[in-house]
């Protein structure tokens, strides 16, 4: 029996992906959840074999949180469900350990072969998206051209603005000075040409910086 958790902040969604698995003999729903808090808690208490996972949550950023389970919680293999279709949020979160990427307009017999492949550990990735990387990766040299070149300690701030820090907590996590911070931020913003911090993010996921 496969064990299957679902996390998405929309309830409607959370309801259709437990009613197209109910019917699977091999395969049982034991929760869903509509943030990342109450996934870690239920985590504390029973561990699903597989969480589908959505990337946009109220509390926490899909990716972070998956970030978080696979070190938390090893047993857990984590599918993206998501609308994302941008190659970068596939390699991120793929690199945080996810197992599997399925966008939400998935048929159900996806939905299955993803959990079958995932359950034998194995990576699963929807056919779509699965172009979509094949066709960015032949662009890649031109691409890699194009890229800002941060210094280490600049991609150390960028990860804490991605993961939504205060200049004084970057500046408590780097033990730098909140000035220190806030040069880096603004050299950042130059490299990219972002005016804020939520262009910081979105620029630096699109040049896969993040």
């Known amino acids: 029996m ?32 509509e943030n990342g808090q109450d ?39 984590v599918i993206a469900l998501t ?5 970068s949020f596939v390699k991120r979160i793929l690199d945080n350990g996810a197992f599997g990427y399925l966008l939400k307009n998935a048929h159900k017999e996806e939905l299955l072969q993803a959990i079958d492949t995932v359950s034998k550990g194995e990576k699963y990735l929807q056919k779509d998206i699965e172009k979509k990387i094949l066709n960015q990766s032949l ?4 691409f890699s051209a194009l890229q800002p070149k941060l210094t280490r300690r600049e991609t150390e701030v960028l990860q804490a603005i991605y993961e939504q820090l205060t ?34 993010v979105k620029i630096a996921i699109q040049k896969q910086l993040l």
């Open 2 to 33: 496969i064990k299957v958790s679902i996390t998405d902040d929309h309830y409607v969604v959370l309801k259709g992906i437990e009613s197209l698995l109910k019917d699977e003999k091999h395969i049982r729903v034991i929760s869903i959840h």
């Open 39 to 77: 996934t870690l808690e239920a985590f504390e208490v029973e561990q699903p074999d597989i969480l589908f996972l959505d990337i946009n949550l109220p509390d926490i950023n899909g990716i972070v949180l998956t970030k978080t389970i696979t070190k938390s919680f090893p047993n857990v293999r």
């Open 83 to 87: 609308n994302h279709e941008d190659v």
């Open 139 to 142: 662009g890649r040299k031109e």
């Open 167 to 200: 200049t004084q907590e970057i500046s408590e996590k780097l033990f730098i000075s909140p000035k220190t911070v806030e040069a880096h931020r603004m050299n950042i913003m130059s490299k990219l040409g972002a005016k804020n911090s939520v262009g910081i």
